[in-house]
């Protein structure tokens, strides 16, 4: 018997997927509430705020929401596009500088933690079977993430300290996902019943996974460290 998964709904599958958009009344008014915020001109960077909006509708409202439940490969689309590229727009837009910047180890460390965490079986399986565990693995990615890219934007961090972070990052998503992808055996259940109508095994599903989260997720941490490390290098012109 499938899992259900509490807030995505059941599986999608091939027929449907175009027809399964999320339209939770509360989902789309905290939506609504950010875009106000963002068009009332109170993001630091409001290019970055509406990219990071249609982002969260991608990952929230959009079928992948749906598609997510089928498979786990799916699932790990739409972490990867909350941490790796809406948490970083969100910071870019939102650096809330009067809170001031937690030490940037500890972020790192931390939001490590949280991935690891929510990627392990036992605690995946838990965070999709009802509504406030999903949205507190959602939460906590995300704002594990943000605080972790706020730290690396922020002016007084060192290009080098930031890199560092970025390259520590990397190298934490880039083990987990080898281990996801050379796992002998599937290892998340809860999409078991569902990958067969997308035509993958769990165990292929599951690889496939790994090799988004040991590759693809590796781009926006590799481009932001290039554009830092070339800010750093750029030699300003002299004012006139």
Same mark, same amino acid.
């Given at each position: 018997?499938?899992?259900?998964?509490?807030? @995505?709904?059941?599986?999608?599958?091939?027929?449907?997927?175009?027809?399964?958009?999320?339209?939770?009344?509360?989902?789309?008014?905290?939506?609504? &509430?950010? %875009?106000?915020?963002?068009?009332?001109?109170?993001?630091?960077?409001?290019?970055? /705020?509406?990219?990071?909006?249609?982002?969260?509708?991608?990952?929230?409202?959009?079928?992948? @929401?749906?598609?997510?439940?089928?498979?786990?490969? %799916?699932?790990?689309?739409?972490?990867?596009?909350?941490?790796? &590229? =809406?948490?970083?727009?969100?910071?870019?837009?939102?650096?809330?500088?009067?809170? /001031?910047?937690?030490?940037?180890?500890?972020? =790192?460390?931390?939001?490590?933690?949280?991935?690891?965490?929510?990627?392990?079986? /036992?605690?995946?399986?838990?965070?999709?079977?009802?509504?406030?565990?999903?949205?507190?693995?959602?939460?906590?990615?995300?704002?594990?993430?943000?605080?972790?890219?706020?730290? =690396?934007?922020?002016?007084? =961090?060192?290009?080098? &300290?930031?890199?560092?972070?970025?390259? #520590?990052?990397? /190298?934490?998503?880039?083990?987990?996902?080898?281990?996801?992808?050379?796992?002998?055996?599937?290892?998340?259940?809860?999409?078991?019943?569902?990958?067969?109508?997308?035509?993958?095994?769990?165990?292929?599903?599951?690889?496939?996974?790994?090799?988004?989260?040991?590759?693809? %997720?590796?781009?926006?941490?590799?481009?932001?460290?290039?554009?830092?490390?070339?800010?750093?290098?750029?030699?300003?012109?002299? #004012?006139?």
């Amino acid at each position: 018997m499938p899992y259900l998964i509490a807030y @995505c709904g059941p599986a999608a599958i091939p027929a449907d997927l175009w027809l399964r958009w999320n339209t939770d009344p509360l989902l789309l008014a905290a939506l609504a &509430a950010l %875009a106000f915020v963002i068009a009332s001109g109170r993001s630091a960077d409001a290019r970055a /705020g509406w990219t990071a909006l249609a982002l969260m509708a991608v990952v929230f409202v959009s079928p992948l @929401c749906a598609l997510s439940s089928a498979l786990f490969s %799916a699932r790990v689309t739409h972490h990867i596009i909350l941490i790796a &590229a =809406v948490a970083p727009l969100l910071a870019r837009a939102f650096p809330l500088p009067r809170l /001031g910047h937690a030490p940037l180890v500890p972020v =790192v460390a931390a939001h490590a933690v949280v991935v690891w965490l929510w990627h392990a079986p /036992g605690p995946y399986t838990w965070g999709l079977a009802t509504v406030p565990a999903y949205w507190l693995m959602q939460t906590t990615l995300l704002g594990s993430a943000w605080l972790m890219w706020r730290g =690396v934007f922020a002016p007084a =961090v060192p290009t080098a &300290a930031a890199l560092m972070a970025l390259v #520590a990052t990397i /190298g934490q998503m880039g083990l987990l996902g080898a281990l996801i992808v050379f796992a002998p055996a599937p290892l998340y259940v809860v999409h078991f019943a569902s990958t067969a109508a997308w035509r993958l095994t769990p165990l292929a599903d599951q690889q496939l996974a790994g090799l988004l989260m040991w590759v693809l %997720a590796m781009i926006p941490y590799l481009a932001v460290g290039l554009w830092l490390a070339w800010s750093s290098l750029r030699v300003r012109e002299p #004012a006139l």
